[in-house]
């Protein structure tokens, strides 16, 4: 038993954002508070428009909030150079974007390895990790397949394994399942519990369908720019 105080994986302090629209400023998230521990799994909802993929944006850093704070294993990524950030993202995040993002060029194999590759890892070391996620997936016959040969739900499920790969301590989704049949959301669903279970992996994941979202430890939802548990008024 350690009684060093558990640091947040993922911390966001009283984050704003809003975009301007030529003359219009929209104001999407208000002074949001949120905190991310090893091993939770944490489901956000909310109607479309919300903010919810400009909230997890923010929360990988892949865009700055208007004011407030993201920090990722204790680092702000707002006192980071762009570059910075990508290597801070590569070494402890994983994403899934709403709409896949492989690259279509590549494999299968090589876009889920590709995130090791960044890293600095071996073609032969990546390729192999990246082959048991894709096993874990059930995409491992598919591995030397291009994503436009690949069904949605596959392209979806390669992207799993692409931001699980290297073993990240943190995991953003962004509507994991939303092209999946049931049987294989559940799947993935197993798969998110044991990570979170056995690896201390902590999951973030923004989603539409109430089943998956119930499924997780906790239950949050976004609406006129605020984040609150999904059970209250
Ligand atoms: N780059 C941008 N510039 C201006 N407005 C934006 C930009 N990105 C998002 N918005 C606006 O911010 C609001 C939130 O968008 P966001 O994509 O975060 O919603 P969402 O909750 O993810 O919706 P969905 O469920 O449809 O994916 C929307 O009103 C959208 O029009
Ligand atoms: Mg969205």
Same mark, same amino acid.
């Given at each position: ?12 302090? =009283? ?7 030529? !003359? ?14 090893? &091993?939770? *799994? ?6 479309? &428009? ?7 944006? @923010?929360? #990988? #850093?892949?865009?700055? !909030? ?18 910075? /950030? ?52 059930? @995409? ?16 979806? *499920?390669?992207?799993?394994? *692409?931001?699980?790969?290297?073993? !990240? ?6 509507? !994991?399942? &939303?092209?999946?049949?049931?049987? =294989? ?14 690896? &201390? ?26 984040? /609150? ?5």
């Amino acid at each position: 038993m350690t009684l060093k105080t558990k640091q947040a994986v993922l911390r966001c302090s =009283t984050l704003n954002k809003s975009y301007t629209e030529g !003359p219009q400023e929209v104001q999407v998230l208000t002074a949001i508070d949120f905190e991310i521990f090893a &091993g939770d *799994r944490i489901a956000i909802i909310g109607s479309s &428009g919300s903010g919810k993929t400009t909230l997890l944006n @923010m929360l #990988g #850093g892949l865009d700055l !909030p208007s004011s407030g704070t993201v920090e990722l294993a204790g680092k702000d990524f707002s006192k980071l150079n762009q570059k910075q /950030r990508g290597q801070l993202r590569n070494q402890h995040l994983g994403f899934v974007y709403q709409f896949h993002h492989l690259l279509p060029e590549f494999t299968a194999l090589e876009n889920a390895a590709m995130p090791l590759l960044i890293a600095g890892k071996s073609m032969k070391e990546a390729k192999a990790q990246a082959l048991k996620l894709l096993e874990k997936v059930s @995409m491992a016959e598919r591995a030397e397949h291009k994503p436009a040969e690949l069904s949605g739900g596959e392209r979806q *499920r390669v992207a799993l394994a *692409r931001a699980l790969v290297t073993n !990240p301590s943190c995991v953003l989704l962004d509507e !994991p399942t &939303g092209n999946l049949d049931q049987q =294989t959301a559940a799947q993935v669903q197993q798969l998110i519990t044991e990570l979170a279970e056995n690896s &201390g992996t902590a999951f973030v994941i923004v989603t539409h369908d109430i089943e998956l979202a119930q499924q997780q430890n906790r239950v949050l939802r976004l609406d006129k720019g605020q984040l /609150r548990a999904a059970n209250e008024a």
